[in-house]
């Protein structure tokens, strides 16, 4: 593919990341610590994506379900960060295995620490841009035109990390893609006279927070209302039908309350689609990929509903071979099914964008296509720098695997 510019390049890049979701957070703070020049993009005023925006507070379970933590790198450093100003809701217990590795925070407050790390980070941070466009030379990627307050605008890069959530970048640049299917889900926060007093009388604020709902339908779609389409929530018109059907359900309900009884406090502020676009990678991940081991893997991640079942998350989830320059990760890794939900949650999206960024360095280092890169070295600088676990221990398998055992409810996802 051919998309050519007649704009001359505002600035040069060794990698642009476009989406300041938490995968895209993790994976511009991982390629700025290893010395690249990054710049980020994110479309919205903050930072975090579904996790902030889309008011999904919940880290789901890091462990095993029987007291081993699985799940580290960025995740478990952002996990007790989040914790320190916001929230504090992390089950004591969870190393008896009674409950999970877990933690409900302020998604608002925790969007102003991943802005404060990424300054910290030296990273460069464009707000209110939306990587519009790939700058196509066959294959390679030359760079991402931007739309902004500025107008439009061109930014050259070495690497493009594509954490949009959507494979926006990926999908114009002609990296073959997988739409997916969504329920009817909207969830917003309520505040009323009742939670307000519950909050009060344990002297904790986040009692003070009701979930407020257009749909409410859950990921494995129960209840999906025959009526309702299944958005894949790629086009604007799609977007547009979804926000305006869930919008007028909430109303619906809040006009039965008494009005003097409750606010809204918070809507979500990106639509909640749980899986829209993901790259057709290199290899499909999938559920039955549990308690096997690829060379390839550049994470270690437990089930965040199913106590046992751990997998191990192959590069190629995240690559396009014939493609040497373009990698995602986060939402958009490439899974099926249910496999697709356990890759995406919350701390495995962190640990993917912190794997598409050493990749994406070490490629530039190398000189080899971003599917090519060495994968020792790749695994050495995540589990060494990274603090990141690659292989799970054999001795957590279960000796009876098919014993199903769900953890405790944790809430929504
Ligand atoms: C209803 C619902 C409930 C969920 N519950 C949980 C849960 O309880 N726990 C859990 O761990 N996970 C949960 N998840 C999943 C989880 O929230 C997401 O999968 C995860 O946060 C994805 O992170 P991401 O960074 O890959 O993508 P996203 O969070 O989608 O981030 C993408 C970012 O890119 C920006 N962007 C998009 N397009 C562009 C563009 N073209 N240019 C620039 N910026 C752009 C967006 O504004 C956004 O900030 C839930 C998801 C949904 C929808």
Redesign the pocket.
């Known amino acids: 593919m051919r998309i050519v510019t007649e704009l001359k390049s505002k600035a040069k890049y060794d990698v642009i990341v476009?989406?300041?979701?938490?995968?895209?957070?993790a994976a511009a703070i991982t390629a700025k610590k290893r010395g690249k020049s990054v710049l980020l993009?994110?479309?919205?005023n903050i930072?975090?994506?579904?996790?902030t925006?889309?008011l999904?507070?919940?880290?789901?379970p890091m462990c095993n379900g029987r007291g081993t933590q699985i799940i580290f790198g960025l995740a478990d450093e952002w996990f007790y960060e989040a914790a320190k100003y916001g929230y504090d809701t992390i089950p004591d217990n969870w190393q008896t295995g009674e409950k999970r590795m877990v933690n409900r925070y302020s998604p608002y407050i925790f969007a102003l620490q991943l802005t404060e790390q990424i300054k910290n980070a030296g990273v460069d941070l464009l707000f209110d841009?939306?990587?519009?466009q790939p700058v196509m030379d066959g294959n390679l990627c030359k760079g991402v035109i931007?739309e902004s307050k500025s107008g439009r605008e061109y930014y050259e890069a070495e690497m493009v990390i594509d954490?949009?959530?959507?494979a926006?970048?990926l999908r114009r640049a002609g990296v073959p893609v997988v739409l997916g299917k969504?329920f009817y889900?909207y969830?917003g926060k309520k505040i009323s006279l009742e939670s307000c007093q519950k909050a009060v009388d344990n002297q904790n604020i986040r009692y003070a927070f009701e979930g407020c709902k257009g749909g409410a339908i859950n990921?494995y779609g129960d209840h999906q209302p025959a009526d309702k389409p299944l958005w894949s929530g790629t086009t604007v018109e799609e977007v547009t039908d979804y926000l305006i059907d869930n919008q007028l359900e909430m109303l619906k309900q809040l006009k039965g309350d008494d009005r003097n009884s409750r606010d809204i406090a918070m809507l979500p502020m990106?639509?909640?689609?749980?899986t829209t676009c993901r790259i057709d990678g290199d290899y499909t991940f999938k559920e039955s990929d549990h308690y096997r081991h690829f060379e390839d893997s550049v994470c270690a991640i437990n089930d965040?509903d199913r106590k046992d079942f751990l997998y191990e998350v192959p590069l190629r989830c995240l690559t396009r071979r014939e493609f040497p320059n373009l990698i995602t990760?986060?939402?958009?890794a490439s899974g099926e099914g249910y496999g697709w939900d356990v890759i995406?949650?919350?701390?495995p999206?962190i640990l993917t964008?912190q794997a598409a960024a050493e990749a994406a360095v070490l490629a530039i280092e190398t000189g080899k296509p971003i599917a090519e890169v060495d994968i020792a070295t790749l695994q050495q600088r995540l589990e060494k720098e990274d603090h990141i676990m690659i292989h799970f221990p054999d001795e957590l398998i279960p000796e009876d695997q098919e014993k199903i055992e769900f953890g405790p409810d944790e809430?929504?996802?």
């Open positions: 476009a989406g300041g979701g938490v995968a895209g957070v993009l994110e479309k919205s930072l975090g994506g579904l996790a925006l889309g999904v507070n919940l880290f789901v841009c939306i990587g519009s931007t954490t949009t959530g959507d926006d970048l969504n889900t969830v990921l990106m639509p909640n689609f749980r965040f990760a986060g939402r958009s995406r949650v919350i701390p999206a964008g809430g929504h996802i």
